[in-house]
């Protein structure tokens, strides 16, 4: 019976040190979870004034002049020919706002991170007084051996307040295609060309060549029979011609002058 009183005894301090355990660690959990929602209500306080510095007196427009795009089409950009675009921008607070720098490249387009191309950054250094307006003006070309890739544009406008914070605009932040322009005559295709005249050529030499040679032998050879009864060969004998339309007079004299020989003559020119 002790045997048995002491193993209950045991018993029930185990469970009422393990329920204390649990309570402690409950309490504990409890502790963290207020740490936590502290944490948030912290974080949330950065956020909101994060969301407050990020709010500026400025308003930005983007605007493709070369190639020019509607407004909700996607935007193809041709490789190694310039692309232009306009950048407007509006003093909205009461402070004046200087313009620094203005920049665009092409990124890869699994990670923004991983510059691909980089284009001339435009130092600026121009004042916007409040109330006012600015338009800038960018042009850039795209190297031709992205030609049928995609890539992320990135556009950005770097510009200060009076008091000389530094704020960044993005622009344009988005993926694009750079496509292959298919005009004009490139250099396998003028060859092509050349080669197909040069070919024309020949084959128009040849055939005359080939002309020629036949109509010569055909002139060699002699007239074919057909030709030959058409011929015209004119009278070969005095008896042939007609001489009824010939006045008689013209006909005695020719007599006459036949009916002497030609000594006859030379001794009538002797005397």
């Not at 979870?33 to 956020?47: A, C, M, N, R, Y």
């Not at 890739?149 to 622009?171: C, H, T, V, W």
């Not at 005249?197 to 050879?221: E, T």
């Not at 007239?223 to 042939?240: D, I, M």
């Amino acid at each position: 019976m002790q045997l048995k009183w002491i193993l209950l005894c045991l018993s029930l301090f185990a469970a009422s040190t393990g329920v204390a355990r649990a309570e402690d660690e409950i309490d504990a959990d409890e502790e963290m979870i207020v740490s936590e929602d502290q944490g948030l209500v912290d974080s949330d306080g950065d956020e909101s004034t994060l969301e407050d510095l990020e709010q500026t007196d400025a308003d930005t427009y983007l605007l493709f002049t070369k190639p020019v795009f509607e407004e909700k089409a996607s935007i193809e950009l041709p490789a190694g020919r310039l692309s232009e675009f306009l950048v407007g921008f509006t003093n909205k607070g009461s402070n004046d706002l200087v313009l620094e720098t203005l920049d665009a490249s092409l990124r890869y387009p699994m990670d923004f991170n991983f510059h691909i191309q980089n284009f001339t950054t435009v130092l600026l250094e121009k004042t916007i007084p409040p109330g006012s307006q600015a338009t800038l003006g960018y042009a850039f070309v795209p190297a031709d051996a992205f030609a049928g890739r995609p890539f992320g544009l990135s556009i950005n406008l770097a510009y200060r307040d009076y008091e000389g914070k530094q704020m960044i605009s993005k622009l344009y932040n988005d993926t694009v295609n750079i496509i292959e322009v298919e005009e004009g005559l490139d250099g396998e295709t003028l060859f092509l060309y050349v080669l197909m005249a040069a070919a024309c050529v020949l084959l128009l030499v040849g055939g005359q060549q080939f002309l020629y040679s036949v109509g010569k032998k055909r002139v060699g050879g002699g007239l074919p029979s057909r030709s030959r009864a058409n011929l015209e060969t004119g009278t070969k004998s005095s008896k042939q011609i007609d001489m009824d339309w010939v006045p008689k007079n013209v006909i005695n004299h020719l007599n006459k002058q036949k009916a002497q020989s030609p000594k006859q003559k030379r001794m009538k020119k002797t005397d």
